[in-house]
C-alpha cells in the first residue's frame, strides 16, 4: 500500500517536473517525494529510466551474448570489452561525439570471424536506442552532421521515424582495417537501423584512407544522434509527428 502511494507521489513528481520544462536529479526527487530511502531504492531504476532515458538490454544467442547500457543524457562516457578493438574504437565516438554513455559487453564466435558479433552489436544498440526513447516525446527527431577526417568527409542523416530503413553509400578502398572487415560496417547499421526503427542516410562524400572513412562516419552518426535525441523543452508533452506517433 504504502509502496503504491509513494510509486503514485513519485510519477507525479516527474510529471511535473517533466511540465517544468527540467529533467531532475535523483536527488531533487528523492527532496520532492520525501519516501522512505528503502522504497526509493526499490523505485531508483525505474525512475532513473524515466528521466534519464536509459536502457539495459541483454540478447543472448548461441552466436553471441551481449550487454548494452545506455544513458541518453550521459556525458559521453564509454567502456567496452568486444573482442573487436577497431568496433571499439568507432563506438568511442559514437559516445563522445553523441554525448551518450555506454558500456557493451560482448562475447561472440569471433573464432568464426567478426561478423555475428559486430551484426549483433548494431542489433542490440539499435533495440537499447529504442527502449531508451520510449515514447520519443519532446525530441528533436531529426539529425543530421558532416564530419571531416582530413581528407576524408562523411554525412550522416537520420529520423527516429519509427520506421527501419537504410541508405549506405561508402566505399571503401580496403576490404579490412586492421584485422576489421570493412564489410561488416554495413552489417552493423543493418542490425542498428532493423532494431532502432531509424531511417539512416550515411554518405562518404570523399575520402582514401580506410580508417578515416569510418571514423568520419561514426563521428558524423555520433553527433546526427546527438541532435535527433536531444530535446525540446517546447514540446516536451508532445511526440514530433502530426501522426500522433513514432
Ligand atoms: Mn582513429
Not at 515514447?135 to 562523411?154: M, Q, T
Request: with cysteine.
Amino acid at each position: 500500500m504504502q509502496t503504491r502511494l509513494t510509486k503514485k507521489i513519485v510519477s507525479d513528481a516527474i510529471k511535473t517536473l517533466k511540465q517544468q520544462g527540467s529533467y531532475p536529479s535523483i536527488e531533487k526527487i528523492w527532496n520532492i517525494t520525501r519516501g522512505s530511502k528503502e522504497i526509493i531504492k526499490q523505485l531508483k531504476q525505474e525512475i532513473e529510466n524515466t528521466v534519464t532515458r536509459s536502457a539495459n538490454i541483454q540478447r543472448n544467442t548461441l552466436e553471441t551474448k551481449i550487454n548494452i547500457q545506455i544513458n541518453l543524457d550521459g556525458d559521453g562516457k564509454s567502456n567496452f570489452k568486444t573482442g573487436i578493438p577497431f568496433l571499439e574504437h568507432m563506438l568511442e565516438q559514437v559516445a563522445k561525439h553523441g554525448i551518450i554513455d555506454l558500456d557493451i559487453q560482448a562475447k561472440g564466435d569471433l573464432h568464426i570471424d567478426g561478423h555475428h558479433t559486430v551484426e549483433d552489436i548494431g542489433i542490440a544498440l539499435g533495440q537499447a536506442f529504442q527502449q531508451a526513447l520510449g515514447d520519443k516525446k519532446g525530441i528533436c527527431r531529426y539529425g543530421h552532421a558532416y564530419v571531416p577526417l582530413d581528407e576524408s568527409l562523411s554525412r550522416v542523416v537520420l529520423d527516429f521515424s519509427g520506421r527501419p530503413g537504410l541508405e549506405f553509400h561508402v566505399d571503401f578502398p580496403r576490404a579490412s582495417i586492421g584485422n576489421f572487415e570493412t564489410d561488416l560496417f554495413h552489417e552493423f547499421f543493418q542490425g542498428f537501423v532493423n532494431h532502432a526503427l531509424v531511417t539512416l542516410h550515411i554518405d562518404n562524400l570523399r575520402g582514401q584512407n580506410s580508417h578515416h572513412i569510418a571514423e568520419s562516419i561514426f563521428k558524423a552518426f555520433g553527433r546526427a544522434i546527438r541532435m535527433a535525441i536531444d530535446l525540446e523543452p517546447r514540446i516536451l508533452n508532445s511526440i514530433p509527428s502530426t501522426k500522433g506517433s513514432l
